[in-house]
């Protein structure tokens, strides 16, 4: 592939990121030009594929508007910006492993014509709090849902017991997004120490909340 039918192919990934994300959110092309701060004529042409190379200023603006990562409307792999060298052997063989499996449910899709993710199941029971250290995986087929989600569903965790009801219930499959932080309201999967926590997240202080969540858990939306 020669150097502008990669720029081609990377424009069309982020117009195609973008467009999904503003049928996502029931966005007009006027309302992120608006939350972007940007003129409404740039971002038309940004958004119809019209803009060969747009500013890095312009898509940070976009991204922070649409609530994502660079990388995420640039369709990057993070596995690709990781240096081997500064990972213990462990974690980059484990990282190797996940990437093996997740290209076999690839193949799987592809001569089966689904859209199957791969399901993480504890093998203890779910609990708030619970020590997320054991695992087993399987996978499920989300194809009546990728209209709604696209491609933004990172993977499924399985509920075990009923130790979350009524709100969960046994063999209940939760779909983690991968595309944002949780917004006010909605809940999330918070990792803080070896432990999970499936809980609302409720935005009171924003300079409180942003600083302890980014230094002390991670969390994807569901």
Not at 132 to 159: E, H, P, Q
Request: charged fraction near 25%.
């Amino acid at each position: 592939m020669n150097q502008n039918s990669k720029k081609i192919t990377n424009k069309n990934i982020m117009v195609e990121n973008i467009n999904r994300l503003l049928y996502q959110k029931n966005w007009s092309i006027r309302q992120l030009a608006d939350e972007a701060e940007l003129p409404y004529e740039s971002v038309k042409k940004l958004v119809g594929g019209k803009v060969n190379n747009p500013t890095i200023y312009t898509i940070s603006k976009v991204c922070d508007a649409l609530n994502c990562s660079i990388d995420y409307i640039l369709g990057r792999s993070v596995i690709n910006t990781i240096d081997k060298k500064s990972l213990p052997p462990r974690v980059f063989n484990l990282l190797v492993e996940i990437a093996y499996f997740e290209s076999r449910i690839a193949d799987y899709n592809k001569s089966h014509k689904t859209d199957c993710i791969s399901v993480l199941t504890p093998t203890g029971y779910v609990q708030d709090g619970m020590v997320f250290d054991s695992i087993s995986t399987n996978i499920v087929n989300i194809s009546a849902y990728k209209k709604d989600f696209g491609d933004i569903v990172l993977c499924g965790i399985k509920i075990v017991g009923r130790n979350l009801s009524p709100t969960y219930f046994d063999n209940d499959i939760l779909l983690i997004g991968k595309d944002r932080f949780p917004e006010s309201g909605e809940t999330g999967i918070f990792l803080i120490g070896n432990k999970v926590y499936i809980r609302k997240y409720i935005k009171l202080y924003d300079d409180i909340l942003q600083k302890y969540s980014r230094n002390q858990a991670g969390a994807c939306s569901h």
